[in-house]
T-cell receptor, first 113, second 117 residues
Framework: GESVGLHLPTLSVQEGDNSIINCAYSNSASDYFIWYKQESGKGPQFIIDIRSNMDKRQGQRVTVLLNKTVKHLSLQIAATQPGDSAVYFCAEKRVDSSYKLIFGSGTRLLVRP | NAGVTQTPKFRILKIGQSMTLQCTQDMNHNYMYWYRQDPGMGLKLIYYSVGAGITDKGEVPNGYNVSRSTTEDFPLRLELAAPSQTSVYFC????????????????FGPGTRLTVL
């Protein structure tokens, strides 16, 4: 079925390195994508979003890239810090829905000191 | 703003008991949502509401009920708790549906961890 999923369930990086978390989606009729960060015992926290008319969007230390040709979304974190350790979810909103987000199963990012 | 608040943080229920999970938001958002998150999994939508007095089912509504009497509050009711309802429950809100404030971004509460034994 149609879904938003992630390639790697766990990603381990050295502190200071850049991290790249990937997400594949299967529905080309999606117009909005979000990355959430979820720390242990907490609710998902909004990180960055991107609309389908864009290829790239930058925030503070984070960049989201959208490749509509291959239906791929990635989150890049520059100079990864211990506080970045969390589970990261991508979510997709379909153009025919004004509200519904479809969430992937998440990637755990572990930052080694 | 406090954002989205949920109570209680933790709860243990016996099979067949009932309870209400509370959710309140102070951002004047029109849309509110209830999700459940099972271990190692993503979020699944239980119910949502597009405004006071309006609710609708999500992906996994069985065993739950909701009401939306005010813009701020969106309680989730479990009538006959079952072990399959052991999960972490998240409430979220957004300003969606068009207009200059519409963002599609959902903001989440801290969650309620429920165990049914």
């Amino acid at each position: 079925g149609e879904s938003v999923g992630l390639h790697l369930p766990t990603l381990s990086v050295q502190e200071g390195d850049n991290s790249i978390i990937n997400c594949a989606y299967s529905n080309s009729a999606s117009d909005y994508f979000i990355w959430y960060k979820q720390e242990s015992g907490k609710g998902p926290q909004f990180i960055i979003d991107i609309r389908s008319n864009m290829d790239k969007r930058q925030g503070q230390r984070v960049t989201v890239l959208l490749n509509k040709t291959v239906k791929h979304l990635s989150l890049q974190i520059a100079a990864t810090q211990p506080g970045d350790s969390a589970v990261y979810f991508c979510a997709e909103k379909r153009v025919d829905s004004s509200y519904k987000l479809i969430f992937g199963s998440g990637t755990r990012l572990l930052v080694r000191p | 703003n406090a954002g989205v608040t949920q109570t209680p943080k933790f709860r243990i229920l016996k099979i067949g008991q009932s309870m209400t999970l509370q959710c309140t938001q102070d951002m004047n958002h029109n849309y509110m949502y209830w999700y459940r998150q099972d271990p190692g999994m993503g979020l699944k939508l239980i119910y949502y509401s597009v405004g006071a007095g309006i609710t609708d089912k999500g992906e996994v509504p069985n065993g739950y009920n909701v009401s939306r009497s005010t813009t701020e509050d969106f309680p989730l009711r479990l009538e006959l708790a079952a072990p399959s309802q052991t999960s972490v429950y998240f409430c979220a809100s957004s300003y969606a549906g068009g207009g200059h404030r519409s963002t599609d971004t959902q903001y989440f509460g801290p969650g309620t961890r429920l165990t049914v034994l």
